[in-house]
């Protein structure tokens, strides 16, 4: 089987056979006159009806509780930048096929010709009853910190930036890992984040959420050290300003550091950098597909680094496909109204856990290893493992009960989750 993918195979991947990557199937019977007459005209009269007196069986009678919006306008796709709404649809159907394959979620890719944020969110607004939940994709910053805070504010059913969430449950579940391996408590530990984009505020604030001291953060950007006494910062920025005037440069603000997380550009921190953080250092180098300092350069700088990156090829990948699959698949089975900090923060601590469990047969051998256990090369769990649909959207659903925003209660957890391990055939 070929392993470098090459522009002709990529091409001839999303080519042949039918164009795309995803398809509608019928779910109901359709092969006698019948199944149609009850499909469409004039059975379908009845489930409209009972819908208008009662919009909530619209979870029992239609797709609406098992189907997200993937929605983009394309102005931030990863590692392609603003490529326009039409050129985002490859990944956004990308998307839609993870959800499927991950967890059974059905998802139609929204591609929305819209740069301003106010016609983006009325677009959105619009179509929303078709949903029971939207996940926003590769929209730029800082638009898109107003725009989910509109859509999560104004619309009844979950909304999710999933570059901004999903990378800081990721990163957060291994953060709490690598700091328990390498014995320091988050509460103490000096954080450097490069990049300042909505994965970077996101992944702050979650850190925040988990016992990291805001004072002990410091962010950089393109201009250096995101720094109180600077006058160009947006809303998003000066959150995380630092007082420390003395800190000007990336640098600088690595020099003690216990932890430095990379959303920003390849070739950012040298190996010299590294020799200057503190004992046992945590590198979270997640530019892709070109991380802000390599694995090897990094291990060689300090050999007991604990190292993350977002490539499939090196140890404790920060992949976002370990959270969103199962993040909407327990907002959608609790009809849940949003997915909040509780939610975010239960899928962070269960992918954290699953870590921690005996690794399954499979697993390693999808993986070439003979063994997987918890440790410096395995802190994180990998995408193939089965349990992450049970571990993370139990955790999820459970979340959403205990913090009120379920409007389904699921009250027998073991015929739940035979049912989400049925999801994956």
């Keep these: ?241 630092t007082k420390d005037e003395g800190l000007t440069t990336l640098q600088e603000a690595l020099v003690g550091a216990d932890v430095f997380v990379g959303l920003s550009k390849g070739g950012m921190v040298t190996g010299e950098m590294v020799k200057t953080m503190a004992d046992r250092p945590i590198i979270f180098a997640l530019a892709n597909p070109t991380p802000e300092i390599s694995y090897e350069e990094a291990k060689a700088a300090c050999p007991e680094v604990l190292m993350s990156t977002g490539r499939t090829d090196y140890p404790n990948q920060i992949n976002n496909v370990l959270a969103f699959p199962y993040i909407f698949r327990g907002a959608l089975d609790t009809h849940a109204t949003a997915i909040n900090g509780e939610m975010e923060l239960a899928a962070t601590r269960a992918i954290a856990a699953l870590a921690k469990q005996p690794v399954p047969d499979y697993v390693c051998q999808a993986y070439g290893a003979k063994e997987l256990a918890f440790g410096p090369e395995y802190f994180i769990p990998k995408p193939v493992d089965r349990r992450l649909i049970v571990e993370v959207s139990t955790a999820v659903a459970r979340a959403a009960i205990e913090s009120g925003v379920a409007r389904h209660t699921i009250t027998d957890w073991e015929a739940y989750a035979e049912h989400l391990t049925s999801l994956l055939g």
């Excluded at 006698?32 to 979870?59: F, K, Q």
């Excluded at 944020?117 to 619009?126: D, G, H, L, R, T």
């Excluded at 949903?131 to 999560?152: H, S, V």
């Design 1 to 241: 089987m070929p392993t470098k993918i090459t522009r002709e195979a990529a091409l001839r991947y999303h080519e042949e056979g039918r164009p795309g990557k995803i398809a509608i199937i019928p779910t109901k019977p359709y092969a006698t006159a019948y199944d149609l007459s009850l499909a469409y005209s004039p059975g379908v009269a009845e489930p409209c009806l009972a819908i208008a007196e009662r919009p909530a069986d619209a979870y029992r009678y239609t797709s609406k509780g098992n189907l997200v919006g993937v929605i983009s306008n394309g102005t931030a796709v990863l590692g392609l930048g603003n490529i326009g709404a039409e050129a985002s649809k490859p990944v956004m159907e990308g998307k839609a096929l993870l959800f499927k394959i991950y967890s059974g979620i059905d998802a139609f890719d929204i591609e929305v010709d819209a740069t301003d944020p106010e016609a983006f969110i009325s677009a959105v607004k619009a179509i929303s009853p078709t949903f029971g939940a939207i996940n926003l994709e590769d929209i730029k910053a800082p638009e898109c910190f107003e725009i989910e805070r509109r859509l999560k504010a104004e619309l009844p059913i979950p909304v999710m930036h999933d570059d901004q969430h999903g990378t800081a449950i990721i990163s957060g579940a291994g953060l709490v890992n690598a700091l328990e391996l390498a014995g320091k408590s988050i509460g103490d530990v000096r954080i450097v984040i490069s990049g300042a984009g909505a994965a970077a505020i996101a992944c702050a604030r979650l850190y925040c959420a988990l016992g990291a001291k805001r004072e002990h953060i410091v962010m950089t950007d393109s201009k250096g050290v995101i720094r109180a006494s600077r006058t160009d910062l947006n809303e998003m920025k000066r959150e995380f300003a």
